[in-house]
């Protein structure tokens, strides 16, 4: 189930919600229980093949635990060992093919690939209790059982697509006995964060997909001008995407009296490569950080050191967000940016910052254009196009690609439906001033997100409306598939 479809928003929310409450003036343990229940029938809705899996390596994971708890061993081993296990599991399902599909390659082999099904969220929650079982073992959980643990993991909130949660901050709130009555401040709150979330993505990420994607589909023939409002729409798309859901996460918990991380702040304001992963998926970053980067010895160890251990962990990031050597190049790429960044600071510190501003949009643009490209070659073949900047005219395509239905309706509304204009164009244009707005100028670190003024009341019902009725035809995340 997603959360930008009718029966999530109309059926699926409000009574899990209402019986969340209903359930926990009974009994913490028996709210928890409709979480659980809950967050199974959200996964496993149109894809219970995934189930069997999920619950085989939850099994593992909480028998490593009691392992941990009841046998007299040494509790580094056993988490060394889970670890493993769940690193191996990842690596089979989203790489073995892409392994064994370079092995004929390069050796000329002919080994046949596997119909793996690749489980919903798999590194997400994989992620998910790696952490936890890593804090168990440093004594952080060890008054929590099989019903926090389960929790935890499967909360559907964050369950697919994050943000990753610290296990013990997350099972505090779960267990915080003055958060089991409905707080109708967290519900307003949460409801305007779902909304300002469903908009980004219903109405901002989508339309710029279409586009996206009719570029793609047309990549051989599109002209440099393409090329370059390309990478601009995906550079947007993505973020609305996933920040979108990002935003509807938090504020779907919310609306349960739990708090998730932030996962993003401003990233496009971002000064440097370094400042943007500070800004970007925040939640994956700290994973990163506190489970790989400071364990290989962070910066403590000499430059050297820190900039083996800093590729390292941007390898990882981009193996972990798919088997394809775009997503390798991406991480590798970001991480030698980030290097580049710790060399030339003393420098750089001193240029005027909306030059470093410009330089690190158009950077991460450029490769945000790698991840979104189905290999590298093509990702190349568009750049050079775009770089020579030949053919200056935008297809016709790609305009057509903005025409909605429902911005029909709004010149309609406001009287301006004689005007014989090009308002596909008209839109294309609205979008991206817009979309810049939103990137740029407004603060987006949720430090106001309990405050609720009139502007943002408005907004988000505006927002809410227009993304229910653009809930026409389901879309997924294009972090749906990691």
Same mark, same amino acid.
């Given at each position: 189930?997603?959360?930008?479809?009718?029966? #999530?928003?109309?059926?699926?929310?409000?009574?899990?919600?209402?019986?969340?409450?209903?359930?926990?003036?009974?009994?913490?343990?028996?709210?928890?229980?409709?979480?659980?229940?809950?967050?199974?029938?959200?996964?496993?809705?149109?894809?219970?093949?995934?189930?069997?899996?999920? +619950?085989?390596?939850?099994?593992?994971?909480?028998?490593?635990?009691?392992?941990?708890?009841?046998?007299?061993?040494?509790?580094?081993?056993?988490?060394?060992?889970?670890?493993?296990?769940?690193?191996?599991?990842?690596?089979?399902?989203?790489?073995?093919?892409?392994?064994?599909?370079?092995?004929? $390659? /390069?050796?000329?082999?002919?080994?046949?690939?596997?119909?793996?099904?690749?489980?919903? +969220?798999?590194?997400?929650?994989? #992620?998910?209790?790696?952490?936890?079982?890593?804090?168990?073992?440093?004594?952080?959980?060890?008054?929590?059982? %099989?019903?926090?643990? $389960?929790?935890?993991?499967?909360?559907?909130?964050?369950?697919?697509?994050?943000?990753?949660?610290?296990? /013990?901050?997350?099972?505090?709130?779960?267990?915080?006995?003055?958060?089991?009555?409905?707080?109708?401040?967290?519900?307003?709150?949460?409801?305007?964060?779902?909304?300002?979330? /469903?908009?980004?993505?219903? /109405?901002?990420?989508?339309?710029?997909?279409?586009?996206?994607?009719?570029?793609?589909?047309?990549?051989?023939?599109?002209?440099?001008?393409?090329?370059?409002?390309?990478?601009?729409?995906?550079?947007?798309?993505?973020?609305?995407? #996933?920040?979108?859901?990002?935003? $509807?996460?938090?504020?779907?918990?919310?609306?349960?009296?739990?708090?998730?991380?932030?996962?993003?702040?401003?990233?496009?304001?971002? %000064? @440097?490569?370094?400042?943007?992963?500070?800004?970007?998926?925040? @939640?994956?970053?700290?994973?990163?950080?506190?489970?790989?980067?400071?364990?290989?010895?962070?910066?403590?160890?000499?430059?050297?050191?820190?900039?083996?251990?800093?590729?390292?962990?941007?390898?990882? @990031?981009?193996?972990?967000? +798919?088997?394809?050597?775009?997503?390798?190049?991406?991480?590798?790429?970001?991480?030698?940016?980030?290097?580049?960044?710790?060399?030339?600071?003393?420098?750089?510190?001193?240029?005027?910052?909306?030059?470093?501003?410009?330089?690190?949009?158009?950077?991460?643009?450029?490769?945000?254009?790698?991840?979104?490209?189905?290999?590298?070659?093509?990702?190349?073949?568009?750049?050079?196009?775009?770089?020579? $900047?030949?053919?200056?005219?935008?297809?016709?395509?790609?305009?057509?690609?903005?025409?909605? %239905?429902?911005?029909?309706?709004?010149?309609?509304?406001?009287?301006?439906?004689?005007?014989?204009?090009?308002?596909?164009?008209?839109?294309?244009?609205?979008?991206?001033?817009?979309?810049?707005?939103?990137?740029?100028?407004?603060?987006?670190?949720?430090?106001?997100?309990?405050?609720?003024?009139?502007?943002?009341?408005?907004?988000?019902?505006?927002?809410?409306?227009?993304?229910?009725?653009?809930? +026409?035809?389901?879309?997924?995340?294009?972090?749906?598939?990691?």
């Amino acid at each position: 189930m997603q959360f930008n479809t009718y029966e #999530f928003v109309f059926f699926f929310l409000p009574f899990t919600v209402i019986l969340y409450f209903i359930a926990n003036k009974i009994q913490i343990n028996l709210g928890k229980l409709v979480l659980i229940g809950a967050s199974i029938i959200f996964y496993s809705y149109g894809r219970s093949n995934m189930l069997a899996y999920f +619950g085989i390596s939850i099994l593992i994971n909480y028998c490593s635990i009691l392992v941990i708890r009841y046998v007299k061993m040494n509790p580094q081993i056993i988490t060394g060992f889970t670890v493993a296990t769940n690193i191996v599991l990842l690596l089979y399902f989203k790489y073995f093919n892409f392994l064994f599909e370079n092995i004929n $390659m /390069l050796f000329g082999k002919n080994y046949a690939e596997r119909d793996i099904i690749l489980p919903l +969220g798999i590194s997400f929650y994989t #992620f998910q209790q790696i952490s936890y079982v890593v804090a168990f073992a440093r004594g952080e959980l060890e008054e929590y059982g %099989i019903i926090d643990y $389960m929790a935890y993991i499967l909360y559907f909130p964050k369950l697919i697509m994050g943000p990753l949660a610290d296990p /013990l901050v997350f099972i505090q709130q779960l267990n915080d006995k003055q958060s089991k009555s409905i707080n109708f401040d967290n519900i307003a709150c949460g409801i305007k964060l779902f909304s300002l979330g /469903l908009i980004k993505k219903v /109405l901002l990420a989508d339309t710029f997909a279409k586009a996206v994607t009719w570029a793609y589909s047309n990549v051989d023939s599109i002209t440099s001008m393409d090329g370059l409002l390309l990478m601009l729409f995906y550079t947007f798309e993505i973020y609305f995407d #996933f920040s979108g859901y990002s935003d $509807m996460a938090v504020g779907i918990s919310l609306m349960l009296n739990i708090e998730l991380p932030i996962n993003f702040n401003s990233p496009y304001k971002a %000064i @440097s490569v370094r400042d943007f992963w500070k800004r970007w998926h925040i @939640s994956l970053t700290q994973f990163l950080t506190k489970y790989i980067y400071i364990p290989l010895g962070g910066s403590r160890k000499g430059i050297i050191r820190t900039y083996v251990n800093t590729l390292i962990v941007f390898l990882i @990031s981009g193996l972990w967000h +798919g088997a394809n050597w775009t997503f390798i190049l991406w991480g590798l790429l970001h991480g030698i940016l980030s290097c580049f960044d710790r060399v030339a600071d003393r420098f750089t510190t001193k240029v005027f910052k909306p030059i470093r501003w410009i330089c690190t949009f158009i950077t991460t643009s450029i490769l945000w254009l790698l991840f979104s490209a189905e290999s590298v070659e093509q990702w190349k073949s568009i750049l050079i196009k775009t770089i020579v $900047m030949q053919d200056k005219a935008i297809s016709r395509g790609l305009i057509d690609s903005f025409y909605l %239905i429902e911005s029909e309706f709004v010149y309609k509304l406001i009287h301006l439906d004689w005007l014989i204009v090009d308002r596909c164009a008209i839109n294309m244009i609205l979008f991206m001033i817009v979309s810049s707005i939103i990137c740029f100028i407004p603060k987006n670190n949720y430090v106001n997100r309990r405050k609720l003024t009139i502007s943002t009341l408005v907004l988000a019902t505006i927002g809410f409306v227009w993304g229910i009725l653009c809930l +026409g035809t389901e879309s997924t995340f294009v972090y749906f598939g990691f």
